[in-house]
């Protein structure tokens, strides 16, 4: 496949503060590709470098051969940016936000109506057109700067945490249209600390920690070859201990960077068994998933500050 993205050996240092550490990834044209990691890990200075906003120490970076440093008008032209903060003009109604956005990238007139007009419809913001940005719903919101992220019809897409907060309808809305865009040859990067929207949404992700690249690959395929088939998740530490104090409980994982604890293991009986030792009202078995590999890959909880 043909890459869009390079990164390679990318260090980023603030003083003796080290927030990218020797990071090397690439991202495939028309491919989802999701940056994930706990608070503090360096997603956003990585993603603030390959827009052109910040210059990293050494190595090098590459968004459709460009350098976003030295290259940053065209890199930004080809470019779609959706930051975590919904910064839309209150003053503005929703058609002239994106009428505002569409001179900077000198799309006018009729030109700039019928791009308008296209974005709102595929967005589902077309009763919305003549809207106060103030009367808009967090998840209206939300769309209309992704619409607006769209208008110069950019060929690499960077979403900042786009569904942080929204309903699950919507957050389901918005994973649609982004599957829509990869599939029409959108490359798109993302941070999430959804690990099920990462799942469903990515082809690829990285997990880093602490400025560096821990793992990487396909979600499901990660979670399959790196962590065990179960887990038990346990709702007080008293079941957690009982578990513990059992003699077959040994072959089982104990992980406390969650309190309480969980565990993981590849015995479906096994895991049962101790399932019924706690009570159903104790315990809650499940397979694995991607956020149980990032626990077990960063060994911290998604939102625990560094």
């Given at each position: 496949?043909?890459?869009?993205?390079?990164?390679?050996?990318?260090?980023?240092?603030?003083?003796?503060?080290?927030?990218?550490?020797?990071?090397?990834?690439?991202?495939?044209?028309?491919?989802?590709?999701?940056?994930?990691?706990?608070?503090?890990?360096?997603?956003?200075?990585?993603?603030?470098?390959?827009?052109?906003?910040?210059?990293?120490?050494?190595?090098?970076?590459?968004?459709?051969?460009?350098?976003?440093?030295?290259?940053?008008?065209?890199?930004?032209?080809?470019?779609?940016?959706?930051?975590?903060?919904?910064?839309?003009?209150?003053d503005l109604d929703?058609?002239?936000?994106?009428?505002?956005?569409?001179?900077?990238?000198?799309?006018?007139?009729k030109s700039a109506s019928k791009r308008i007009d296209?974005?709102?419809?595929?967005?589902?913001?077309?009763?919305?057109?003549?809207?106060?940005i103030r009367e808009l719903s967090g998840g209206m919101k939300r769309r209309l700067v992704i619409a607006r992220a769209l208008l110069n019809s950019p060929k690499f897409l960077i979403l900042d945490e786009p569904t942080t907060g929204l309903d699950p309808q919507v957050r389901h809305l918005i994973w649609d249209k982004l599957r829509s865009l990869r599939d029409e040859g959108m490359t798109i990067l993302l941070t999430t600390h959804y690990m099920e929207e990462a799942s469903q949404i990515c082809d690829r992700v990285i997990i880093m920690d602490k400025g560096r690249a821990m793992i990487e690959g396909n979600p499901a395929k990660l979670v399959s070859e790196n962590i065990?088939?179960?887990?038990?998740?346990?709702?007080?530490n008293e079941a957690a201990e009982r578990i513990t104090a059992q003699p077959d409980a040994a072959p089982l994982?104990?992980?406390?960077s969650r309190n309480p604890p969980l565990f993981y293991g590849n015995d479906i009986s096994l895991m049962s068994?101790?399932?019924?030792?706690v009570g159903r009202t104790g315990s809650i078995l499940r397979?694995?998933?991607?956020?149980?590999?990032?626990?077990?890959?960063?060994?911290?909880t998604l939102n625990e500050h560094q």
């Open positions: 496949m043909e890459t869009a993205v390079s990164i390679s050996n990318i260090k980023k240092s603030y003083d003796d503060f080290i927030a990218v550490h020797d990071m090397s990834f690439s991202i495939n044209k028309a491919e989802c590709f999701g940056l994930l990691g706990p608070n503090g890990a360096g997603k956003t200075t990585m993603m603030k470098m390959l827009y052109g906003r910040i210059a990293s120490d050494t190595g090098s970076i590459r968004v459709f051969g460009l350098d976003p440093w030295h290259d940053g008008l065209s890199v930004r032209n080809l470019t779609g940016v959706v930051p975590q903060d919904d910064n839309l003009d209150t929703v058609s002239d936000n994106l009428r505002l956005y569409a001179g900077f990238y000198g799309i006018r007139g296209e974005l709102l419809g595929f967005m589902e913001l077309g009763e919305k057109r003549k809207g106060k065990e088939r179960f887990v038990l998740e346990t709702q007080c994982r104990r992980d406390d068994k101790m399932s019924e030792i397979q694995s998933n991607l956020e149980d590999l990032f626990l077990k890959t960063t060994g911290r």
